[in-house]
């Protein structure tokens, strides 16, 4: 609790959305758990790593790489891709200091915190609207973009934040969860490079005795793009939340997939 704080007082970013919203907080709390968890999310990490070790063979020309949602970077294969492109661009709202001293060692990697919505500066003032992402459209030397167990997460703080601070109702709220993923959506197949998005499809949560008590889904009804094939190498369980880590009595389960845009 102590460390959190203090990575909480002395992060260094520059960006007052992360920090008034509780994106800092939020990060803060996912490494806490990530440590927690090993067991159960490194599997999950494995599989992400796998995964765009794929979509890099997929690329044509291997000049930029640009992954968006790279976060605590334990789901990226950060190495590999640093030796095979010429740059490495990880984009993310927050970057902790474990993230940045691991991105330090390369030469060709570089850090951009960013909101990757462009839409939550209006947000936080209370307007309900969503932008259309531009970032890095105009470069043409992106040979390969990766959206990270990022598209699902995009509306929870935004929707929490307009219902607890300006009154917008569910329904409100609902519709600008649908359009932060439409949106980014467009925004992944407007590149010309090869894209690949890997995200939760779905949550289930199960009681102390593993009976399935809640299923739910967490794109809020948009249609996800299709899994790539062979299914059984793009789609796999992630116990997000053992039993024990939030609750004695509820334990959850994603199923998380990958898709070629
Ligand atoms: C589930 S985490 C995945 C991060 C990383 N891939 C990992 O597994 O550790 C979701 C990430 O999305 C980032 N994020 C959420 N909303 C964002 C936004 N509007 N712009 C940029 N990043 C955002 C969070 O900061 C967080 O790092």
């Not at 997929?58 to 740059?87: H, I, M, N, W």
């Amino acid at each position: 609790m102590l460390k959190e704080l203090w990575q909480y007082l002395s992060h260094p970013t520059e960006n007052a959305v992360a920090k008034k919203m509780g994106f800092l907080t939020e990060s803060i709390a996912m490494e806490a758990r990530a440590k927690r968890c090993k067991l159960s999310w490194g599997v999950h990490y494995q599989n992400c790593q796998k995964a765009i070790l794929n979509a890099s063979k997929r690329a044509v020309q291997k000049r930029t790489v640009l992954v968006l949602g790279a976060g605590s970077l334990y789901d990226v294969p950060l190495d590999v891709l640093s030796t095979q492109f010429e740059k490495v661009i990880l984009v993310d709202l927050v970057f902790l200091n474990s993230a940045r001293t691991l991105a330090q060692q390369f030469d060709n990697v570089e850090l951009v915190e960013h909101d990757i919505t462009e839409s939550l500066e209006r947000i936080m003032v209370g307007f309900s609207f969503v932008d259309t992402p531009a970032s890095w459209l105009d470069d043409p030397s992106i040979d390969l973009v990766i959206s990270l167990n990022l598209i699902t997460q995009l509306p929870l703080i935004p929707v929490r934040w307009l219902i607890e601070h300006f009154d917008v109702s569910e329904q409100e709220g609902d519709i600008l969860g649908k359009q932060l993923i439409l949106a980014h959506l467009l925004y992944l197949q407007t590149f010309n490079g090869e894209v690949c998005l890997i995200a939760d499809r779905e949550g289930v949560e199960f009681d102390s005795t593993g009976q399935e008590i809640d299923r739910f889904d967490p794109w809020w009804d948009v249609e996800p793009p299709a899994i790539a094939y062979p299914k059984s190498e793009y789609r796999w369980p992630w116990q997000v939340v053992p039993l024990g880590e939030v609750s004695r009595y509820k334990s959850q389960k994603n199923r998380v997939g990958v898709s070629f845009l």
